[in-house]
């Protein structure tokens, strides 16, 4: 079966902590996102990446940093710099980043922060 | 002005009704169109991309305004299982990295 996984599905975090999220995906696509979701708004964009060894800032980058050593894998982590960060968090992966390509969106991880 | 506009609703209807949803984006220059599908607490999910001549998927319609610079899906026969937030995706101007700007959805709630 092919798709893009994250885990945990809840976190719960103290305030002043890193925490890291996962995001794997095996449908060999180039492209990763990371979004942010809060209740009543839509999905806002935190770093994105084209391709392997590559990622770029979206709109609300700060307090978050991400790497993309490997093309299936996409780790978030969120940092203490970031002043609210409790939110749904949702991975993505599109095969190329080109005009007519949908995301593919993994299940969520809720982080709470305590 | 958001990039991209929706009615958050909530839209009750009963089983059986036909529904319809607008949705308005900012930049004439934007070329690609999405519908997304969103449950509860879940992950959105595509439920049809929107062409320039318009298209159905079954009991959904999608169809492109370029001029007027809106979107509208359209509901027929709406069953219980239809009750999610719709949320409307268009991509950004070509270049750059063809980001997709998401709309904040609006929630449809069909009742027995």
């Known amino acids: 079966d092919g798709g893009i996984t994250q885990s945990p599905k809840y976190l719960f975090r103290k305030e002043g902590q890193n925490v890291t999220l996962s995001c794997e995906q095996n449908l060999n696509h180039d492209a990763m996102y990371w979004y942010r979701q809060d209740p009543g708004q839509g999905l806002r964009l935190i770093y994105y990446s084209q391709i392997v060894n590559d990622f770029q800032k979206g709109d609300i980058a700060e307090g978050y940093s991400v790497s993309r050593e490997k093309k299936e894998s996409f780790p978030l982590t969120v940092t203490s710099a970031q002043k609210n960060p409790t939110a749904f968090y949702l991975c993505?992966?599109?095969?190329?980043?080109?005009?007519?390509?949908?995301?593919?969106f993994g299940p969520g991880t809720r982080l709470t922060v305590l | 002005r958001k990039e991209v506009e929706q009615d958050p609703g909530p839209f009750n209807v009963p089983e059986g009704a036909t529904v319809a949803f607008n949705c308005t984006y900012s930049n004439s220059a934007s070329q690609s169109f999405f519908w997304y599908r969103q449950d509860c607490r879940k992950e959105p999910k595509l439920l049809m991309s929107v062409y320039s001549s318009g298209n159905e998927d079954g009991r959904f319609t999608a169809q492109l305004n370029r001029a007027s610079q809106y979107i509208s899906l359209l509901i027929r026969d709406s069953k219980l299982s239809d009750s999610a937030t719709y949320l409307c995706v268009v991509n950004g101007p070509p270049g750059g990295y063809n980001k997709l700007i998401f709309g904040a959805g609006t929630r449809l709630a069909v009742h027995p």
């Open positions: 993505a992966s599109r095969e190329a980043a080109t005009l007519y390509n949908e995301q593919f």
